[in-house]
């Protein structure tokens, strides 16, 4: 059973040298507005961080910087060029209150806005949330956690967290047993155990005890609608199937003698791995309300792709996945134009993507580099958050939201 396991998550690289698979000719990107084809030049603004103490000053500037690298749409330098923006930080009872005043022009008003809390980075994120916002007119997601799978020296594969900017990385899984293929169910992280003679699923809150198990092979966890997918070997072959949040109330989504795996679920839609061609490519289908799927369409060429994943948001629905044949890479795909891109540098062995919960950036693993996060309207903007060895990469929400009180005033004075 543990070979089938690794046979399993092995097939679609070693799909990738059988002969016959072809390169896909690469598709014009320019009229995709989901890639940001159609953004307006970038807002020039100045940014001025003051306040106390001087190590708050510091690590909020240090947040706002690094968030504000993300976004094309802003060009940010220091005080005195274009709009301006003054954040003010200051301490208020067992935390900090975050003040943030942005000038108004000829189309736009003076934005003021005050946020209070205990934890200083998320009121940076805060902050830089409604700053990008009064900006552009659009609010991104700065908020997240990345869990990812990691083979440190003499140990066995474990499962890692960070925040989404590669804050506080820390190992959760236990150090008994081989754990790998982390993957979120809303905001709990589940991942898969190997055991000597058995496998099977656990998440964080069951400290490491049985959740799901089937005797087969259960793996490849990723949320779905109010509940979650996976495939197993439950029935025999490796299927892709739906769950409740908790396990339960299993039904079969797909039904093929070839092998599927790594589902991932966005907007109705779900992304998979199959051979049913013969080798190995992502597919996709629509989940229907009484169960099961519509017709299954290939995404990707045959023997070339793995590891998809899905997003929705108002620009549209995105698949990313990982190409093989030649330098293995991460492609974006605009499902409902057709539009692909290159988002990862030439030479880094990049794959497993994972989006954030806006689309607007993505997480992969560069082999030998380490976690990366990059930009999906500007693939250039991207930075090694995690350095070091790490599979798998998943993007989740926060394990609970951190409290951040917001309130928008006429206007707001500097702490004095």
């Given at each position: 059973?543990?070979?089938?396991?690794?046979?399993?998550?092995?097939?679609?690289?070693?799909?990738?040298?059988?002969?016959?698979?072809?390169?896909?000719?690469?598709?014009?990107?320019?009229?995709?507005?989901?890639?940001?084809?159609?953004?307006?030049?970038?807002?020039?603004?100045?940014?001025?961080?003051?306040?106390?103490?001087?190590?708050?000053?510091?690590?909020?500037?240090?947040?706002?910087?690094?968030?504000?690298?993300?976004?094309p749409a802003l060009d940010v330098g220091r005080p005195g060029r274009g709009r301006e923006a003054r954040v003010y930080v200051r301490p208020q009872g067992p935390g900090f209150a975050v003040s943030l005043e942005v000038d108004g022009n000829d189309q736009t008003t003076p934005v003021f806005v005050s946020h209070r809390g205990q934890e200083l980075r998320a009121l940076g994120h805060a902050a830089a949330s409604d700053l990008v916002l009064s900006l552009t007119g659009e609010r991104p997601s700065f908020e997240g956690r990345l869990a990812f799978a990691r083979r440190e020296p003499g140990r066995r594969k474990q499962i890692w967290v960070a925040e989404w900017d590669g804050f506080a990385p820390r190992r959760v899984s236990s150090e008994r047993h081989t754990a790998l293929l982390p993957g979120f169910v809303g905001p709990v992280?589940?991942?898969?155990?190997?055991?000597?003679?058995?496998?099977?699923?656990?998440?964080?809150?069951?400290?490491?005890?049985?959740?799901?198990?089937?005797?087969?092979?259960?793996?490849?966890?990723?949320?779905?609608?109010?509940?979650?997918?996976?495939?197993?070997?439950r029935s025999g072959d490796s299927e892709v199937w739906w769950a409740r949040s908790d396990?339960?109330?299993?039904?079969?989504?797909?039904?093929?003698?070839?092998?599927?795996?790594?589902?991932?679920?966005?907007?109705?839609?779900?992304?998979?791995?199959s051979d049913r061609d013969g080798?190995?490519?992502?597919?996709?289908?629509?989940?229907?309300?009484?169960?099961?799927?519509?017709?299954?369409?290939?995404?990707?060429?045959?023997?070339?792709?793995?590891?998809?994943?899905?997003?929705?948001?108002?620009?549209?629905?995105?698949?990313?996945?990982t190409r093989l044949g030649g330098?293995?890479?991460?492609?974006?795909?605009?499902v409902d134009r057709g539009h692909r891109r290159v988002v990862s540098p030439p030479g880094w062995a990049a794959k497993d993507p994972s989006f954030s919960p806006d689309?607007?950036?993505?997480?992969?693993?560069?082999?030998?580099?380490g976690v990366v996060v990059a930009s999906v309207d500007d693939p250039a903007r991207h930075r090694i958050v995690v350095p070091g060895a790490a599979e798998t990469v998943r993007w989740g929400p926060p394990p609970a939201a951190v409290p951040v009180t917001a309130e928008r005033a006429d206007a707001l004075a500097a702490p004095r």
């Open positions: 059973m543990i070979r089938a396991l690794r046979l399993a998550s092995l097939l679609c690289v070693l799909a990738a040298l059988a002969p016959g698979s072809h390169a896909q000719a690469p598709v014009p990107e320019a009229a995709s507005p989901t890639f940001g084809a159609t953004r307006r030049p970038a807002v020039r603004v100045g940014l001025h961080v003051a306040g106390e103490p001087s190590s708050a000053v510091r690590e909020l500037r240090s947040v706002l910087e690094n968030d504000l690298a993300w976004v992280l589940w991942w898969s155990v190997l055991e000597p003679h058995r496998s099977f699923l656990t998440h964080e809150h069951a400290a490491g005890g049985v959740v799901m198990e089937s005797g087969g092979t259960d793996m490849g966890i990723a949320g779905c609608g109010d509940g979650l997918v996976l495939s197993s070997s396990g339960s109330a299993l039904r079969r989504l797909t039904e093929h003698a070839g092998i599927d795996v790594s589902p991932s679920c966005a907007a109705g839609r779900l992304a998979f791995v080798t190995p490519r992502v597919f996709l289908s629509r989940l229907r309300a009484e169960g099961g799927l519509d017709a299954v369409t290939p995404a990707t060429a045959p023997g070339e792709t793995q590891t998809p994943t899905l997003c929705a948001s108002a620009r549209g629905t995105l698949l990313a996945y330098a293995m890479r991460v492609e974006l795909l605009d689309c607007r950036l993505l997480a992969y693993v560069a082999r030998g580099r």
